[in-house]
């Protein structure tokens, strides 16, 4: 895609005196990593396809504070959620919708005693709504009798019982979806998470996420599907570690609906 | 000679449930030794997670067979334990079957002991298989050797000799009763049904009605007396959960599994920095300065809250925790089980230790270092498997995070690129050394 996509700030809404439906919060993934990046930009796309009136903070969007809350680190995350609260508040957001599990999980459930009350929601969860709605249309396309399994990100499935939605959308697209042995509540961590995707892993006799792209194999899926950015990298990285990345695509579940809609 | 069975059978009942009293006493104390926290919210809730989770054992039929044995026992437990109400009677008073009156209905009740007795019996054996024959992957880890172990036998073992003694009893009661014996025999006809004891007659062929009575007062005897011990075993095993798991339940988390605490104490500080008119050379408010400074996550037992403490005493130490742990699956040192063990485990050397002196002393040891090392909190993905594995609601998860917050914020001992990323969010508004001004560089990149 060659042209520049619109992308506006809540500065600009608030500039022109308009308020945007839904704040997309990008997250520090969906910003500077490249491949997560690539997910942002998708997302973007189905959101103008359906005409969604979105806004997102840009540079005045900061860490939700996951990765330090869940490494112990209570202090900078109470700062990182005061400040990114003020900021929310005083742009009087209402609903906020987010790519990454880990931003989401933080604002709907630790930013409210701390002042900030929004209606949270999974970009999966956003997508079946306008699907609902009749604001977006998913279909096969190219992904149709693809064999696909759906790796539930921890911070969405069992920390928030999201389970449904991605899966809806990807029967939407036609796909033969494959459960892995552990999948749902039993799901199985990539192994990014608690702030585990900064640091060394402890020495042990595997990776996990060489453990949990092994489990996904013994599926034969032709994509690993995911509705996390650290998921994604993490079970990219394992892909790759078991010489896979020729047979196996891991793709969020955004970006698909995207490429079938050929946007 | 009767009234001194009575009185011998009273002071044992006494003495036994006395000892169960203190010792029980001694785990609400030590319980309290936690931090409070505030589990009054939604009782009705709360009620309905414990008759579900706890009372009818959903969660434990997430591994179907184990958990169906699990429930056969469970009932075995508890159905059984009516019949140890009229051996309470009978062994009182002197009387004989006294629910006999009953009629049908005892029949019945008695009848279906029986057959629990000897499911209970066929369950615990296939336990033991499972535990010491079979290579099941959580009954193998390093936390599980020595004592245990052995607890887990023992457990397995008294109740194989409860449930013999159980049959061997009303064996010999029957034949006491087929022969009209003193005492033993009712007018109304036999008393009880004995579906599964009856094949056990054959082995009393020849036996006098003395020695019948020998066999069957020495196995009403072993049985109660068996029963008391057993009652004052829990307090030293991973028994004890057959009580606390209804209490833990109704106190566990009611809110989604990802959503952590916000420490309070942090808020206040943060609330002061973020405050512009804040004074920060304001003298401190009236009694504040006498308050100890708060400690920022936990290094010690006391520094848990009382829920955690319970979950310590109420871990079977089935680990299903540690089955489900990616960090345990991929040979990282990290096991939950292994962190509810250790906290329970130092919480009884506190517990000791007040016992002794009357207070607690620093005996130079603490949870941290001592028993949960830094390389196990480190492995933790905060992925909640183990919370959501546990069939009685505990949450190893907290612990592991209230100790990384003493490392991280008492001790600024973090993993070196973990400390790093927090400085990056610190400084740049994201784990990495990128510019919070290039935050959105990825809309205008093709």
Redesign the interface.
């Known amino acids: 895609m060659a042209e520049v996509i619109k992308v506006p700030t809540m500065a600009e809404y608030m500039a022109e005196g308009k308020k945007p439906e839904i704040l997309f919060w990008v997250g520090c993934m969906g910003s500077f990593d490249d491949r997560a990046k690539k997910v942002t930009k998708a997302f973007v796309k189905l959101l103008h396809e359906a005409k969604v009136d979105f806004a997102v903070l840009g540079t005045e969007e900061s860490c939700n504070g996951d990765p330090a809350k869940r490494a112990g680190n209570e202090f900078l995350f109470q700062m990182q959620a005061a400040t990114n609260i003020e900021v929310l508040n005083g742009y009087e957001i209402k609903k906020v919708v987010t790519a990454c599990p880990h931003c989401f999980n933080t604002l709907k459930n630790e930013y409210p005693a701390l002042g900030g009350n929004y209606e949270v929601m999974h970009h999966t969860t956003f997508l079946k709504s306008l699907l609902e709605e009749g604001r977006l249309k998913v279909e096969g396309g190219k992904f149709k009798g693809k064999r696909i399994t759906f790796h539930d990100p921890c911070y969405l499935g069992r920390a928030n019982n999201v389970y449904e939605a991605p899966r809806d959308l990807l029967r939407k697209l036609e796909v033969e979806l494959v459960e892995m042995r552990k999948c749902k509540s039993n799901g199985f961590c990539c192994g990014a998470g608690g702030g585990q995707m900064f640091k060394e892993p402890e020495p042990g006799n595997k990776e996990v996420n060489i453990e949990r792209t092994e489990q996904a194999m013994e599926v034969k899926p032709d994509i690993i599907a995911a509705g996390c950015p650290f998921c994604n990298t993490m079970m990219t990285d394992g892909v790759k570690g078991k010489n896979q990345e020729g047979t196996i695509e891991v793709m969020d579940v955004a970006e698909m609906i995207a490429n079938a809609h050929d946007l | 000679m009767q009234i001194i069975a009575q009185i011998a059978f009273l002071i044992v009942l006494v003495a036994g449930i006395a000892f169960f009293t203190r010792n029980i006493r001694r785990v609400i104390r030590n319980v309290k030794l936690g931090r409070k926290v505030d589990r009054s919210d939604n009782p009705g809730e709360r009620f309905a997670k414990m008759a579900r989770v706890a009372l009818g054992q959903s969660k434990m039929v997430k591994k179907p067979f184990a958990g169906f044995l699990h429930i056969i026992v469970y009932l075995g437990f508890i159905i059984i334990n009516i019949e140890v109400l009229e051996i309470i009677i009978d062994g009182v008073f002197g009387t004989h079957r006294i629910l006999s009156f009953l009629g049908f209905g005892y029949n019945f009740l008695i009848g279906s002991f029986e057959i629990l007795a000897l499911m209970v019996l066929l369950g615990v054996t296939i336990f033991w298989l499972r535990r010491n024959v079979s290579n099941i992957y959580r009954f193998l880890g390093n936390e599980l050797k020595g004592w245990p172990k052995n607890d887990a036998n023992y457990i397995l073992y008294f109740e194989m000799v409860l449930m013999i003694l159980f049959l061997t009893m009303n064996a010999a009661d029957y034949q006491l009763q087929l022969n009209g014996a003193d005492h033993y025999a009712q007018n109304a006809g036999i008393a009880g049904s004995f579906p599964i004891s009856q094949y056990l007659l054959p082995w009393f062929e020849g036996f006098s009605n003395a020695t019948l009575i020998i066999i069957e007062r020495t196995t009403w005897w072993l049985h109660i007396v068996g029963i008391l011990i057993f009652l004052n075993y829990l307090y030293y095993s991973k028994h004890l959960h057959i009580l606390l798991a209804f209490p833990n339940v109704y106190l566990s988390k009611l809110?989604?599994?990802?959503?952590?605490d916000?420490?309070e104490a942090?808020?206040n500080?943060?609330?002061l920095?973020?405050d512009p008119d804040a004074d920060p050379y304001a003298m401190p408010a009236e009694g504040a300065e006498d308050e100890a400074p708060e400690k920022?996550?936990a290094s010690d037992v006391v520094d848990l809250n009382q829920v955690q403490l319970l979950n310590a005493y109420t871990c079977t130490e089935c680990g299903r925790c540690t089955a489900?742990c990616?960090?345990n699956?991929?040979?990282?040192?990290?096991s939950p089980r292994k962190v509810m063990m250790d906290t329970r485990d130092r919480l009884e050397e506190v517990g000791n230790i007040i016992n002794e002196k009357g207070s607690f002393e620093d005996d130079g040891k603490q949870l941290l270092d001592n028993y949960i090392l830094r390389?196990e909190l480190?492995?933790?993905?905060?992925?909640?498997?183990c919370?959501?594995a546990c069939p009685i609601g505990i949450d190893p998860l907290s612990i592991i995070?209230d100790?990384?917050?003493?490392?991280?914020?008492e001790q600024s001992a973090?993993?070196l690129?973990?400390a790093?990323?927090?400085t990056n969010?610190?400084n740049n508004?994201?784990?990495?050394p990128?510019n919070?001004?290039?935050?959105?560089?990825?809309?205008?990149?093709?």
């Open positions: 809110t989604p599994q990802g959503k952590f916000n420490l942090v808020t500080e943060v609330k920095m973020m920022f996550g489900e990616p960090a699956q991929t040979g990282k040192k990290l390389e480190w492995a933790c993905t905060t992925c909640n498997a919370v959501e995070l100790m990384r917050r003493y490392l991280v914020m973090a993993p690129d973990l790093n990323a927090m969010i610190e508004g994201a784990p990495w990128y919070q001004m290039d935050r959105l560089n990825w809309a205008n990149e093709n």
